[in-house]
């Protein structure tokens, strides 16, 4: 398969070791809701992918949303 338009593409920077995040909307997701779904997504993955119940990646999603163990760092301009 060859991915010609990705909507996400995370990484971890070699030399700070942070996560680095770029979005690429498109057509089908152009919005902070439909990249929402996205993250709802990616936790049932993350939880298919680990054998663990979706319940036990949320309760870890809740954890960091409330308490922030990094910040979002670079500049992006607003897509709205």
């Not at 070699?14 to 709802?40: A, F, M, R």
């Not at 993350?46 to 308490?67: I, L, Y």
Request: charged share 30%; net charge negative.
């Amino acid at each position: 398969m060859k991915i010609k338009t990705p909507l996400v593409i995370m990484f971890e920077d070699q030399d700070t070791k942070n996560v680095i995040c770029h979005l690429h909307p498109s057509e089908s997701c152009d919005s902070y809701q439909g990249y929402g779904l996205l993250v709802c997504d990616l936790v049932r993955h993350v939880a298919k992918c680990f054998g663990v119940n979706e319940e036990e990646v949320w309760e870890w999603v809740d954890k960091e949303r409330t308490n922030p163990t990094t910040d979002i760092t670079g500049s992006r301009q607003k897509l709205n």
